[in-house]
């Protein structure tokens, strides 16, 4: 992992420690590695199939750590809750709109953190994220920092998730902010920006095809 300003150092260790691990066990291929941008500041968006994704995420980002909203539930386990607020994790109640965890994230990314988010809000195994429905969170995050998106979409067999199938992780290309044309806010605004995110990620599944690697 390359060393920045962005990640703890406790991330870079456990990074360093059981990266390898998490790559057998998850069988992960990350596929258009070299589009992961030097500087941060950007908000990651991929589809949410497993409870497993943001394991994956993190592990394909090598040059950055990727923080990752997860729900509240989470932080009220002994252990877990130490460990996943190390790993740079931070708490979002999914019952509401948590201004606290928006103000959060919004915040991380300004400061030129990256921030992981599952627009879908909710993992919907076996079904074709297209046709799924999502939140506008990300979109009113990624406008309140003025921050770019980064489309990522996580292929794995009938979405669906199983320990040692393959799971490709895509790396998409980055959107800048300006590319939106955000004016003034509003619910409609808000998932038009979504639509359009989520549409890129949707693209990119849509065009990957694990057969044509195996003919490279």
Same mark, same amino acid.
């Given at each position: 992992?390359?060393?920045?300003?962005?990640?703890?150092?406790?991330? &870079?260790?456990?990074?360093?420690? %059981?990266?390898?691990?998490?790559?057998?066990?998850?069988?992960?291929?990350?596929?258009?590695?070299?589009?992961?941008?030097?500087?941060? !500041? $950007?908000?990651?968006?991929?589809?949410?199939?497993?409870?497993?994704?943001?394991?994956?995420?993190?592990?394909?980002?090598?040059?950055?750590?990727?923080?990752?909203?997860?729900?509240?539930?989470?932080?009220?386990?002994?252990?877990?809750?130490?460990?996943?607020?190390?790993? !740079?994790?931070?708490?979002?109640? &999914?019952?509401?709109?948590?201004?606290?965890?928006?103000?959060?994230?919004?915040?991380?990314? &300004?400061?030129?953190?990256?921030?992981?988010?599952?627009?879908?809000?909710?993992?919907?195994?076996?079904?074709?994220?297209?046709?799924?429905?999502?939140?506008?969170?990300?979109?009113?995050?990624? #406008?309140?920092?003025?921050?770019?998106? $980064?489309?990522?979409?996580?292929? &794995?067999?009938?979405?669906?998730?199983?320990? $040692?199938?393959? #799971?490709?992780?895509?790396?998409?290309?980055?959107?800048? %902010?300006?590319?939106?044309?955000? #004016?003034?806010? !509003?619910?409609?605004?808000?998932?038009?920006? #979504?639509?359009?995110?989520?549409?890129?990620?949707?693209?990119?599944?849509?065009?990957?095809?694990?057969?044509?690697?195996?003919?490279?």
């Amino acid at each position: 992992m390359k060393k920045n300003s962005e990640a703890s150092r406790f991330y &870079r260790i456990c990074y360093a420690v %059981f990266a390898k691990i998490v790559g057998l066990i998850f069988r992960i291929k990350v596929i258009n590695a070299e589009n992961e941008p030097d500087e941060g !500041g $950007f908000l990651v968006c991929a589809n949410h199939v497993s409870a497993t994704d943001a394991v994956v995420i993190c592990y394909a980002f090598r040059k950055h750590q990727i923080r990752l909203m997860a729900k509240k539930e989470l932080f009220k386990i002994p252990l877990l809750s130490g460990l996943i607020k190390m790993l !740079g994790a931070f708490p979002v109640d &999914r019952s509401g709109s948590d201004v606290g965890a928006i103000r959060k994230a919004v915040d991380m990314l &300004r400061e030129g953190k990256c921030v992981g988010m599952f627009p879908q809000g909710h993992r919907y195994p076996c079904e074709d994220p297209r046709t799924t429905p999502r939140k506008n969170g990300a979109a009113l995050i990624c #406008t309140r920092a003025e921050a770019d998106v $980064f489309p990522v979409y996580i292929w &794995r067999k009938n979405n669906k998730a199983k320990l $040692f199938r393959r #799971t490709y992780v895509i790396l998409g290309e980055r959107i800048p %902010f300006e590319s939106f044309g955000y #004016t003034e806010g !509003g619910s409609a605004e808000y998932k038009r920006i #979504t639509d359009i995110a989520f549409g890129h990620i949707c693209d990119i599944g849509e065009a990957f095809d694990p057969k044509e690697l195996k003919k490279k």
